[in-house]
């Protein structure tokens, strides 16, 4: 009797070790696209000895010691296999159950490692590979249009140089000398006015009495007393330079002063001339 007590506790002493160092890990087989649990999955893990899993509803469980193991998941579909995958766990000496899901991606048979080949024997298709989205057609409209901007700058360059060139060029105005005294040139060709091109040394001499300087509004006679400054003759862009405008409004101020009769605009090359009238 006395020797059989100590037989169990012998046997429970040596049982004790292995029933406390054993670690369970549980956890589903999932499908990779639906997330749905794979039936019947077969599970199994390189422990000593190895152990199957047959996963009903994609569960499975195993006891495992510390260590380091390999679990391999497999599933069948009418005796293929479709679904493969190898995944590494470590299991720590602390106790307790531990989670450890599958997710299973399918098996593409017809993926096979290439054969090793000479590089130097490989026909690279450089047409087959070009970087994708990106469109030739939008850059011939691209080029096509910026052509024809050119085209369309150059002729109006042209055009403008031309009709330049054809225009007589004023005659030098000493400062102070009145432009009554000036008589602009005839010529058998300007006879006969051109539409589109303005004689540059033309202008109406039937026009009314200048009117009263006074009565003028203030930006239009701030012109009229820089040009009595200066002599009545000044360049365009030397009178903007003195005036607190852009050169639209220049423009404009200028062609009012030309309509009350009080200024002349002459070209010149690629510039104007105003020129003061006499107001006497």
């Known amino acids: 009797m006395f020797n059989l007590r100590l037989l169990l506790i012998a046997i429970v002493i040596i049982l004790i070790p292995q029933t406390v160092s054993a670690i369970t890990i549980h956890g589903t087989v ?14 199994e893990v390189n422990s000593t000895p190895t152990q199957f899993r047959v996963a009903a509803s994609g ?25 493969y995958g190898e995944d590494t766990l470590t299991v720590t000496d602390h106790e307790g ?18 054969p090793d080949e000479d590089i130097g024997n490989v026909t690279y298709d450089v047409e087959d590979n070009i970087l994708p989205g990106f469109d030739w057609t939008y850059t011939a409209v691209a080029l096509l249009i910026l052509m024809i901007m050119i085209a369309a700058a150059y002729y109006h360059y042209k055009r403008s140089d031309g009709l330049e ?5 004023a005659e030098p105005i000493e400062p102070g000398e009145s432009i009554k005294s000036i008589e602009p040139k005839k010529s058998a060709e300007s006879a006969e006015p051109v539409p589109g091109v303005h004689i540059e040394n033309d202008y109406p001499n039937d026009r009314g009495p200048a009117p009263d300087i006074d009565k003028l509004p203030d930006d239009l006679k701030e012109i009229i007393d820089i040009l009595e400054k200066l002599g009545g003759r000044m360049t365009q862009i030397d009178l903007r330079g003195r005036l ?20 002349h605009r002459v070209k010149k090359g690629r ?10």
Request: hydrophobic share 35%.
């Open 271 to 280: 510039g104007n001339i105003i020129l003061l009238r006499s107001t006497e």
């Open 97 to 114: 159950n531990y989670v450890f899901d599958i997710l299973m991606f399918p098996l593409y048979e017809e993926l096979e490692e290439l």
């Open 244 to 263: 607190n405008c852009s050169e639209a409004k220049v423009s404009l101020m200028i062609t009012d002063l030309e309509d009350r009769g009080l200024v």
């Open 165 to 169: 060139d054809e225009s007589e060029p």
């Open 30 to 43: 999932y499908e990779w696209s639906t997330f749905e649990p794979l039936d019947n999955a077969l599970v």
């Open 59 to 83: 569960v499975y469980s195993f006891n495992l010691e510390p260590g380091d193991y390999l679990i391999k998941t497999s599933y069948y579909q009418n005796d293929t296999l479709v679904y």
